[in-house]
């Protein structure tokens, strides 16, 4: 009629089911388990018994990244972001600390920070000219302020002093503040920060692990008035970066979906004319390939995926359909 269920003489339900699972156990400990059964004029039997939990087989960001080609592009089905905006999280790039998420698909303008309440054509390209009335930021923010800071390091080690639109962009686009940037919206209990958008050197970094035979190499450049990075392909001289299929990894560099957008931000400036300083790396869908070329941050408009960075301690438990949940 009525079953009782206990953990380490703790009482935790009375049911009338005749099964019970108990949540939150830590990974080998030995509990005692008691069941107290009572029939319906009120008599009672129990049983007890020792148990010892397992680990579960978890991975952690040190064993991705070890294992690119098997784990990047797969879906983590449980974080959970302070505010909607993004349905569905791609794994990005892993190095031996942190483990780097990205949106499958483009944020509407109106979950992008410093945007929000105005209706607008086209929701999903963004242009820099709705930030700046708004946001003032630039390099000094990135270098004193961004958690990122580790993403834009060839330029932060040969730069101190920018007011371009380009860096005031990227400095937006790398804006962690908890309290107004894009950790506000993104970065749930398991992320460190929240950023806008990949910047080219993690764009890089996770592109050689998953094509380690012919990857694109960026380089931070200093100039009279700015500093913007060029890039090129490792087999390369030349500076166009084309031919990037769509659809690796489930997406997560580029999509052939256009139906949202076909441009997406890189936080960082590109040095394709030596008074770039107000243009940003943007990632084109060609429809029948991609390319990496310059965008205008003043005039131009493309999409948005923002990138979590996962905390340190974060592992990964793969589910029965291939996805990946977080495991505590």
Request: negative net charge; aromatic residues 12%.
């Amino acid at each position: 009629n009525t079953y009782k269920y206990y953990l380490n003489n703790s009482l935790k339900a009375t049911t009338a089911n005749k099964t019970y699972t108990f949540t939150g156990l830590t990974p080998e400990t030995s509990y005692s388990i008691k069941v107290e059964a009572y029939d319906k004029a009120g008599n009672v039997g129990s049983a007890t018994k020792s148990i010892s939990t397992i680990k579960k087989p978890t991975v952690d960001a040190g064993e991705i990244a070890t294992k690119p080609l098997e784990f990047y592009g797969a879906e983590v089905i449980n974080y959970e972001a302070p505010h909607e905006g993004v349905d569905k999280w791609r794994i990005y790039y892993a190095d031996e600390i942190n483990i780097y998420l990205i949106a499958d698909d483009f944020i509407e303008k109106d979950k992008a920070p410093y945007i929000g309440g105005i209706t607008y054509i086209y929701p999903y390209s963004i242009g820099f000219e709705d930030v700046f009335t708004k946001y003032s930021g630039g390099l000094q923010d990135i270098r004193n302020h961004s958690k990122a800071t580790k993403w834009l390091e060839q330029i932060l080690s040969i730069y101190t002093v920018d007011t371009s639109y380009g860096m005031r962009a990227t400095a937006y686009l790398l804006d962690t503040d908890a309290t107004k940037g894009w950790s506000k919206y993104y970065a749930g209990t398991d992320a460190e920060y929240a950023i806008g958008a990949p910047t080219i050197e993690l764009f890089c970094a996770s592109y050689k692990d998953t094509h380690p035979d012919r990857y694109i190499v960026c380089e931070g450049e200093r100039y009279t008035i700015d500093a913007c990075y060029s890039i090129h392909w490792n087999d390369e001289d030349s500076e166009n970066v084309d031919g990037l299929p769509l659809d690796e990894y489930n997406g997560i560099y580029i999509k052939s979906d256009v139906s949202k957008e076909d441009d997406t931000w890189i936080a960082s400036p590109n040095n394709s004319t030596l008074d770039g300083a107000d243009t940003l790396i943007i990632l084109r869908n060609d429809i029948d390939d991609g390319d990496l070329f310059v965008g205008d941050c003043e005039n131009g408009e493309a999409g948005i995926r923002p990138i979590i960075c996962l905390k340190s301690d974060v592992q990964l438990e793969k589910v029965s359909d291939g996805t990946y949940q977080i495991v505590h």
